[in-house]
């Protein structure tokens, strides 16, 4: 693949060559077009194995979008611009380990995978871990419908790593269900096996806390989700821990552009 680095800037294709840009990077690029037709792809034997690969992978987008669906209201402050691509490339490997479906056609069973979730920064360029390192405890309830972020007593100067111009913060418990998915062979297409459940959610957040002060009383957040909900076996709960920064100006806090941080603490 080649990339522009010249003056002229021009879309679209000269000859066999094809010009287009990158979500999330700067730059034009540039390739050979050709390779098959939309046509062959559909029908033709020889491109079977590209037909399931292709299935699988519409799959593993649709299972990676309820993941941010669940967290809608934190992801234009807490993802980069490749995060769809990583999430994709996670369910991709979950649905690599179900030995039960043909190829194609194997399930996306994140109940019995969700090690691949844990971790998981969603903006890659703002660690959870090396934005907060006070030590915190973070609890399920038995009935998988709730949980409780624990934070004893802290300094901030000594805890928290904010962006410069930061006065104040925020930490976050969030709580969204993830269901499994199948391929539904009545309709053609992966379905979520619980889709009453598949993208619930709840997000709680601390009060605000000034950066410069200590913080003498434990800081408790409790995250609920709606309805207490009754879990089942087909369903994961994805628990989050996040931080938000702000700028106090009079009584009103203003969020800051960047920053932030939010992470996969734990499943259940």
Do not use: W
């Not at 292709?54 to 611009?81: H, P, T, W, Y």
């Not at 649905?95 to 844990?118: F, H, P, V, W």
């Not at 499994?180 to 959610?201: C, K, M, R, W």
């Amino acid at each position: 693949m080649a990339r522009q680095l010249g003056h002229v800037k021009y879309k679209g294709t000269i000859g066999e060559i094809r010009h287009f840009k990158i979500k999330g990077m700067t730059g034009n690029f540039a390739g050979l077009k050709g390779g098959a037709t939309g046509e062959q792809i559909k029908n033709d034997p020889g491109f079977v194995r590209t037909r399931e690969n292709m299935n699988e992978f519409a799959a593993c987008a649709i299972a990676g979008k309820s993941v941010r669906v669940g967290l809608n209201m934190l992801m234009k402050q807490m993802s980069d611009a490749q995060l769809t691509g990583r999430l994709t490339g996670i369910m991709k490997k979950i649905n690599l380990e179900d030995q039960t479906e043909a190829r194609g056609y194997r399930a996306i069973l994140i109940s019995t995978q969700s090690k691949y979730l844990l971790g998981l920064n969603f903006n890659r360029n703002f660690s959870f871990d090396s934005s907060f390192i006070a030590p915190f405890a973070l609890v399920a309830n038995v009935d998988r419908n709730s949980s409780t972020l624990t934070v004893p007593a802290f300094n901030p100067a000594k805890s928290v790593i904010a962006p410069s111009g930061a006065t104040h913060f925020r930490l976050i418990n969030a709580v969204s269900v993830i269901s499994d998915f199948a391929f539904n062979a009545t309709t053609g297409i992966y379905e979520p096996i619980q889709p009453e459940l598949n993208e619930v959610s709840n997000v709680a957040y601390s009060d605000y806390l000034d950066i410069k002060l200590d913080i003498a009383a434990p800081t408790v957040i409790a995250s609920a989700l709606p309805g207490a909900p009754e879990m089942n076996d087909d369903v994961t709960v994805l628990n989050s821990v996040g931080i938000e920064f702000y700028q106090k100006a009079g009584n009103d806090y203003y969020l800051f552009n960047a920053g932030h941080a939010l992470k996969i603490q734990s499943t259940f």
